[in-house]
């Protein structure tokens, strides 16, 4: 993919954010921009698609957490062992649920994340 170098400086930032971070700008930039993720990721790869050739399987998802459920705690630790992070930045994250755990995840590795998440307690939608 080419970038201006303008949009390499954000991607090489956005990178570094943790999931927490992450989440937090993705939120921030759906209300600045009335948009939401789902929607720009489908738009952009419809106009990227433009041959006739049939819809093609979806290769990466994101993973959403939609209800945390009655596990909190079990979904907390989940959440810290799937993203890597601190406890405190796993238990903001849960706590924020409707929230994106992780974006562009690839498909068995969203379904891996489903299942330990739907195991814990929590409702889990992939987009």
Same mark, same amino acid.
């Given at each position: 993919?080419?970038? !201006?170098?303008?949009?390499?400086?954000?991607?090489?930032?956005?990178?570094?954010?943790?999931?927490?971070?992450?989440?937090?700008?993705?939120? !921030?930039?759906?209300?600045?921009?009335?948009?939401?993720?789902? +929607?720009?990721?489908? =738009?952009?790869?419809?106009?990227?698609? !433009?041959?006739?050739?049939?819809? =093609?399987?979806?290769?990466?998802?994101?993973?959403?957490?939609?209800?945390?459920?009655?596990?909190?705690?079990?979904?907390?630790?989940?959440?810290?062992?799937?993203?890597?992070? !601190?406890?405190?930045?796993?238990?903001?994250?849960?706590?924020?649920?409707?929230?994106?755990?992780?974006?562009?995840?690839? =498909?068995?590795? +969203?379904?891996?994340?489903?299942?330990?998440?739907?195991?814990?307690?929590?409702?889990?939608?992939?987009?």
């Amino acid at each position: 993919m080419d970038l !201006s170098t303008n949009a390499k400086k954000v991607f090489d930032l956005v990178k570094e954010l943790s999931a927490v971070e992450l989440a937090a700008l993705v939120k !921030s930039l759906e209300e600045e921009f009335g948009v939401t993720a789902a +929607s720009m990721v489908v =738009a952009g790869g419809a106009a990227a698609s !433009s041959d006739d050739s049939g819809p =093609a399987a979806k290769d990466t998802f994101d993973v959403e957490l939609t209800e945390i459920g009655q596990q909190k705690i079990a979904v907390i630790k989940v959440v810290k062992e799937l993203l890597n992070v !601190s406890l405190p930045e796993a238990k903001e994250l849960v706590e924020k649920a409707l929230c994106m755990v992780k974006v562009w995840v690839k =498909a068995d590795e +969203s379904e891996s994340f489903k299942v330990k998440l739907e195991e814990a307690g929590a409702v889990v939608t992939l987009k």
